[in-house]
């Protein structure tokens, strides 16, 4: 069974540790790319991510969008969304379907 973590600031990520999810909080981007990178070399299924950092880990994230595993997934923080995780929806949906029916 593959694990799931959440990446971000502190104040956005904590409250996954209540469900039981791995959390790495973390500020810099130069860490969230190490973290990413880590989690994924540790057989990490579902990688959240807040919305800022994967804003400026976008590089880093994008090496792991056409391999399965892991999943790498935006979320919005604490401060609200930027609406990066739902365009990343989007797209998904529009590649799978042909056209966007959201």
Do not use: H, W
């Amino acid at each position: 069974m593959y694990k799931i973590a959440v990446v971000g600031d502190k104040n956005s990520v904590l409250a996954f540790k209540a469900l039981g999810v791995e959390v790495k909080a973390c500020y810099t981007k130069d860490d969230a790319r190490l973290i990413v990178d880590e989690l994924a070399r540790e057989k990490y299924g579902l990688i959240f991510i807040t919305e800022d950092l994967a804003q400026e880990i976008e590089t880093t994230i994008n090496r792991y969008n056409n391999v399965t595993i892991p999943a790498i997934v935006p979320i919005p923080s604490n401060k609200g969304s930027l609406g990066i995780g739902m365009k990343k929806i989007d797209s998904n949906v529009e590649k799978a379907v042909g056209s966007n029916i959201l």
